[in-house]
């Protein structure tokens, strides 16, 4: 059974920074592509940033990128989203996702999900 869980969210004011891990477990293939994606009140989830277990590939939504970056832990099956410069249109519920599919690059779909963790960005 894949199991994503995420911690790490929180109120921050802007301009301030977090760093929320994904542990991920069940996930059989060595070869996934492992991420984020948030989903602000009212509207649709997006993919934020996510990363190739097989090369290392990065990739980033246009609106969090040279502020946000992905990194992993293979040893601890540990996915990182550091997260600077936050702004208030930030704030969402941030949810990881493994064998996420980047349809192009305003649609991804993701296979499997965590439960997801809150990110309030103050003015």
């Known amino acids: 059974e894949v199991q994503l869980v995420e911690s790490g969210g929180g109120l921050v004011q802007a301009g301030g920074s977090l760093r929320p891990p994904c542990a991920a477990s069940?996930?059989?293939?060595?070869?996934?592509?492992i991420g984020w994606f948030r989903q602000a009140p009212g509207k649709e989830r997006k993919g934020v940033s996510c990363?190739?277990?097989?090369?290392?590939?990065?990739y980033y939504a246009d609106s969090v990128k040279g502020r946000f970056t992905i990194s992993s832990d293979n040893a601890k099956d540990t996915v990182y989203l550091q997260m600077n410069s936050l702004k208030p249109e930030d704030t969402a519920v941030y949810y990881c996702?493994?064998?996420?599919?980047?349809?192009?690059?305003?649609?991804?779909?993701?296979?499997?999900w965590g439960q997801g963790t809150q990110v309030t960005v103050s003015s």
């Open positions: 996702a493994a064998d996420i599919v980047r349809i192009n690059s305003d649609y991804w779909e993701g296979g499997y």
């Open positions: 990363i190739s277990s097989s090369d290392g590939s990065t």
């Open positions: 069940g996930l059989i293939s060595d070869d996934h592509v």
